[in-house]
């Protein structure tokens, strides 16, 4: 496989969305993976856009083949990712990134050692807290869960290759820009990519 597989995550209100977004509208070469969730679909959202929205039993039948690449739960709800699309685009050298949460991300790590984690934090707190309140969207007692369940996505920190600080959305996309390149230019990745090139420079006609 030449593409690569990038896993961004981040604490609820972090500006992960935001990012991934700039990302793939300046980045014609990397796709979002579509995940599958047993959540309803919020206002907006387009089945198989957004997510592929299934029913829980419908979710757990694709769990028990062995569909999904990764899967948890999270507030009550199943997310998931397929493996089998992520390896054909690969092979493809399509670039793929997931979103996922801290969990779903070890649990790719052991499947895909050499993908790149990206965690995303925001400058503080208080701003993390300032965002979810903003939203307009949960009740004072989600956002207090929201935001303790950053602390313990946090403490997970170590476990990811990269952390980019979401302070200034222009830079912050410029820096995941980077990782992102970077990652195209790895020298296992070239020489699958790159092998007529080599192979002619190594075997010059004579």
Not at 31 to 39: G, I, P
Not at 61 to 69: D, H, K, P, V, Y
Not at 96 to 102: K, P, S
Not at 135 to 141: H, N, V
Request: proline content about 4%; aromatic content about 6%.
């Amino acid at each position: 496989m030449s593409g690569s597989l990038f896993v961004i995550s981040a604490p609820s209100g972090a500006g992960k969305t935001s990012l991934v977004r700039a990302l793939l509208q300046t980045n014609p070469q990397i796709d979002l993976s579509v995940s599958y969730t047993t959540r309803p679909p919020r206002a907006g959202e387009i089945d198989g856009k957004d997510y592929h929205f299934v029913s829980r039993e419908h979710f757990q039948a694709m769990s028990a083949r062995g569909e999904f690449l990764e899967s948890a739960e999270v507030y009550g709800n199943l997310y998931g990712t397929s493996r089998v699309w992520i390896e054909q685009e690969n092979a493809r050298d399509r670039d793929i990134l997931l979103e996922i949460d801290w969990q779903g991300a070890a649990q790719v790590r052991k499947l895909f050692p050499e993908c790149v984690c990206i965690f995303i934090l925001p400058p503080s707190l208080e701003s993390l807290a300032q965002r979810l309140q903003g939203r307009g969207k949960d009740a004072p007692e989600i956002i207090a869960t929201r935001l303790a369940a950053a602390r313990e996505d946090v403490s997970h920190l170590a476990d990811f290759d990269y952390v980019i600080i979401n302070a200034d959305l222009d830079e912050a996309a410029r820096e995941l820009s980077c990782i992102v390149l970077a990652a195209r230019l790895r020298c296992e990745k070239q020489k699958v990519r790159q092998r007529s090139l080599i192979h002619q420079i190594l075997n010059p006609e004579k």
